[in-house]
């Protein structure tokens, strides 16, 4: 069965450090990847995708992530976290054949000044 | 303002007692999907359209409804409610039939709470 691991149920970063979350999939292929962030009260917005090609991808906000096949991992990235970065996050996983979707556990990020 | 609407965003029930969550876009989408989000458990999918009266099963379809008469709406429906329903409800839509490679666009959720 396809499955989405998001090891870290909770991180907390000092404002302007760097930030990784991490997020492996479990699934034959090489599924479709996201990222989203659900602010508090607020429902999902996407932060960034990756289907092929450049396995290093941008997405809003200054995040990036980068697809690892060999270690079935996408994390995401920040090189500077912002206060307002504070929220929940999560990895999902679109599988094509059944246009169905696997979401994480999510990770929820405190930021202090 | 393009975006997906939900009604009502907080509902309180009891069990057995027959609801609907309504779930609007206004994108002209092929794609909807309910979601629900429990803690410790993520967002499940519990059913999804490609179009309209095309409908499939998620994740966790069991206790739930839905029905895909128009484009724009996709209702999601619990006959008999529990209290095991209770959770925090999200519709979203994507633009064509082949949502996993598309974003999803998410409504502002549904919390809902079965006595």
């Known amino acids: 069965a396809q499955s989405v691991t998001q090891p870290d149920i909770h991180i907390t970063v000092s404002e302007g450090a760097s930030l990784e979350l991490r997020c492996n999939y479990s699934?034959?292929?090489?599924?479709?990847l996201f990222w989203y962030v659900q602010s508090p009260g607020q429902g999902l917005q996407l932060l960034l995708k990756?289907?092929?090609?450049?396995?290093l991808v941008q997405g809003i906000k200054g995040f990036e992530a980068e697809f690892k096949r060999s270690q079935s991992s996408f994390n995401l990235r920040k090189p500077s976290v912002h206060w307002s970065d504070a929220a929940e996050y999560f990895c999902?996983?679109?599988?094509?054949?059944?246009?169905?979707?696997?979401f994480g556990t999510g990770t929820s990020l405190t930021v202090i000044p | 303002e393009a975006q997906v609407t939900q009604n009502p965003r907080y509902l309180i029930t009891v069990t057995g007692k027959k609801l609907t969550v309504t779930c609007s876009q206004n994108?002209?989408?092929?794609?909807m999907s309910w979601y629900r989000q429990d803690p410790g458990l993520g967002l499940r999918q519990i059913y999804y359209?490609?179009?309209?009266?095309?409908?499939d099963k998620g994740d966790v379809p069991e206790g739930y409804k839905v029905s895909r008469k128009e484009k724009r709406n996709f209702p999601l429906i619990l006959e008999s409610p529990s209290p095991n329903q209770t959770s925090l409800y999200f519709c979203?839509?994507?633009?064509?039939?082949?949502?996993?490679?598309?974003?999803?666009?998410f409504g502002p959720g549904t919390r809902l709470l079965v006595l």
């Open positions: 979203a839509s994507s633009l064509s039939g082949s949502a996993v490679q598309e974003t999803q666009y």
């Open positions: 699934y034959g292929a090489t599924p479709y």
């Open positions: 990756y289907f092929s090609g450049d396995t």
């Open positions: 999902a996983v679109g599988i094509g054949i059944y246009n169905q979707f696997y």
């Open positions: 994108m002209n989408h092929e794609y």
């Open positions: 359209s490609m179009n309209v009266e095309v409908t």
